[in-house]
C-alpha cells in the first residue's frame, strides 16, 4: 500500500525567513512522482513543484525547491526568503497509479 | 478563463435528500476525479474516469455515483445525503492517468453541509 506522512501538523516562519517542510512516504513502485499542493485560505488547490522519481536532481521552483532522499523515501520542501502569500495549507503528494495525499502541514508566515 | 469549475460552490442540504455537483474543465484533458476533503483537511481520492471511462472507484457508499457525459464533464450525484458526507468535495483533471508526471488541476472546490 502506498502512504504519505506529514509528521508536522503545523509550521511558523518569520517572513524573509527559510523554512523546510517534512514528508516521508512508502511504495513498491519504481516509477512515481511526488508532488507539492499550496491550499491557501481561498481552498484552491496549487501545483508548488514536482520531483519524478527517477530523476536525482532535485527539483526547484524559484524560492520552492525539495531535498529528494529515494532511498530514505523523503520529499520535503523548502521555501526561501518566505512571504506572507506563502501561508497556507501543503500537502505532499505521491503518484503512482492514483494521487495520495499526506495529512498536511499548515503553515503561518509572520511579518 | 476558468480551468476547472464547480458548481455550486456552497451547498446547504438536510439529511435524507438527493443532491448532484457539476464540473466542467475546459482543458483537454482525457482524465477527471473527484476527491473528498474532510474536516481534517485530509484529502481522499473517490473517483476518476478516462475518456467517460471508470477507472478508479475507491471505497465508497452506493450513495454516490459519479457520470461524465463526456471528457470535460464529471457530475457527482449523492443520494439519502448523511451527517457524515458533510465535506469540500473537489473535481480535478490530467492531461492522461498514465502519464503519473502530469499535475491535476484542481477545480475551486464545494462545501457541502448536511444538517
Known amino acids: 500500500a502506498q502512504t504519505v506522512t506529514q509528521s508536522q501538523p503545523e509550521m511558523s516562519v518569520q517572513e524573509a525567513e527559510t523554512v523546510t517542510l517534512s514528508c516521508t512516504y512508502d511504495?513498491?513502485?519504481?516509477?512515481?512522482?511526488l508532488f507539492w499542493y499550496k491550499q491557501p485560505p481561498s481552498r484552491q488547490m496549487i501545483l508548488v513543484i514536482r520531483q519524478e522519481a527517477y530523476k536525482q536532481q532535485n527539483a526547484t521552483e524559484n524560492r520552492f525547491s525539495v531535498n529528494f532522499q529515494k532511498a530514505a523515501k523523503s520529499f520535503s520542501l523548502k521555501i526561501s526568503d518566505s512571504q506572507l502569500g506563502d501561508t497556507a495549507m501543503y500537502f505532499c503528494?505521491?503518484?503512482?497509479?492514483?494521487?495520495?495525499f499526506g495529512t498536511g502541514t499548515r503553515l503561518q508566515v509572520f511579518p | 478563463d476558468t480551468a476547472v469549475s464547480q458548481t455550486p460552490k456552497y451547498l446547504v442540504t438536510q439529511m435524507g435528500n438527493d443532491k448532484s455537483i457539476k464540473c466542467e474543465q475546459n482543458?483537454?484533458?482525457?482524465?477527471m476525479y473527484w476527491y473528498k476533503q474532510d474536516s481534517k483537511k485530509f484529502l481522499k481520492i473517490m473517483f476518476s474516469y478516462n475518456n467517460k471511462e471508470l477507472i478508479i472507484n475507491e471505497t465508497v457508499p452506493n450513495r454516490f455515483s459519479p457520470k461524465s457525459p463526456d471528457k470535460a464533464h464529471l457530475n457527482l450525484h449523492i443520494n439519502s445525503l448523511e451527517l457524515g458526507d458533510s465535506a469540500v468535495y473537489f473535481c480535478a483533471s490530467s492531461q492522461d492517468t498514465s502519464r503519473k508526471f502530469y499535475e491535476q488541476y484542481f477545480g475551486p472546490g464545494t462545501r457541502l453541509t448536511v444538517t
Open positions: 482543458l483537454g484533458h482525457d482524465t
Open positions: 511504495t513498491s513502485e519504481n516509477n512515481y512522482y
Open positions: 503528494a505521491l503518484n503512482t497509479d492514483k494521487l495520495i
